[in-house]
């Protein structure tokens, strides 16, 4: 079955609202009409609103990077999926390695912020991944199995819901997984949502990130289970991310 390409930048805790407005100027722009990958912004929370209005009418969707669990009340700090939903997101990451080791996201946490985003109308893009010592000692698919435990014991995904598997070795530090190596990983993923169900097993995208750049992005993006990327540091220059998009084709 067919899955249409996702390519999603993650412009983690940068920008100013001026730099925000033209970088989401930029990809709109160059995006054009494309419909044969979908592509995803994900700014800081209070750039949101700047790229929103950006990117209105445009190719390119809108996306937060992580969500509360809770639906609204006395959670300082916290942002509801629906406040994100009603600012224009479609897409929201969860559980991003930076979440799960700087903020001490649980995978159970992770798992219930994508169930949120779902039931406000996003698309959650759940992240999982292993540390470099997990896969020195052979457990990588262990420790992705064991961060989707929480979706298999409730035997669902929500809706639509993306994966982005990003190796935390590979992230921000130029060292990307080989091909061969995200295909493996991707596989088994797809292994394990297919004990939900195999429909939406076949139908889930499954992103790679870590050190995506244009010079590496087509060798990955060719592997059968890889179906995009999820981007970082090079999502931060609108003419890399773009060619980063264009590499799906
Ligand atoms: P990177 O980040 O592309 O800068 O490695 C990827 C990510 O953290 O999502």
């Given at each position: 079955?067919?899955?249409?390409?996702?390519?999603?930048?993650?412009?983690?805790?940068?920008?100013?609202?001026e730099s925000a407005r033209q970088l989401a100027r930029d990809i709109a722009a160059g995006a054009g009409g494309v419909t044969a990958v979908g592509?995803?912004?994900?700014?800081?929370?209070?750039?949101?609103?700047?790229?929103?209005?950006?990117?209105?009418?445009?190719s390119v969707s809108l996306g937060a990077q992580t969500v509360s669990e809770f639906a609204q009340g006395a959670y300082t700090g916290e942002t509801s999926a629906s406040m994100l939903r009603e600012i224009g997101c479609e897409f929201v990451i969860v559980g991003h390695s930076e979440r799960r080791q700087l903020f001490g996201e649980s995978s159970a946490a992770v798992a219930a912020k994508a169930q949120a985003?779902?039931?406000?109308?996003?698309?959650?893009?759940?992240?999982?991944?292993?540390?470099?010592?997990?896969r020195q000692r052979g457990a990588?698919?262990?420790?992705?199995?064991?961060?989707?435990?929480?979706?298999?014991?409730?035997?669902?995904?929500?809706?639509?819901?993306?994966?982005?598997?990003?190796?935390?070795?590979?992230?921000?530090?130029g060292e990307t997984a080989t091909p061969e190596q995200a295909q493996d990983v991707h596989?088994?993923?797809?292994?394990?949502?297919?004990?939900?169900?195999?429909?939406v097993a076949d139908a889930t995208r499954i992103l790679y990130g870590g050190?995506?750049?244009?010079?590496?992005?087509?060798?990955?993006?060719?592997?059968?289970?890889?179906?995009?990327?999820?981007?970082?540091?090079?999502?931060l220059k609108a003419d890399e991310f773009l060619s980063i998009c264009g590499a799906t084709a």
């Open positions: 079955m067919a899955r249409r390409p996702l390519v999603v930048g993650n412009w983690k805790m940068n920008g100013t609202l592509i995803v912004i994900c700014p800081p929370h209070p750039l949101l609103g700047t790229v929103a209005t950006e990117v209105d009418g445009s985003a779902g039931a406000a109308g996003m698309v959650p893009i759940i992240c999982v991944g292993e540390v470099l010592e997990d990588t698919i262990e420790v992705v199995t064991a961060q989707l435990g929480p979706f298999v014991a409730n035997g669902a995904l929500p809706s639509g819901a993306v994966i982005a598997y990003e190796p935390v070795w590979a992230i921000g530090t596989a088994a993923i797809r292994g394990v949502l297919a004990t939900i169900d195999p429909a050190s995506v750049k244009p010079d590496n992005a087509r060798e990955l993006f060719l592997m059968a289970d890889v179906d995009g990327g999820l981007i970082g540091g090079a999502s």
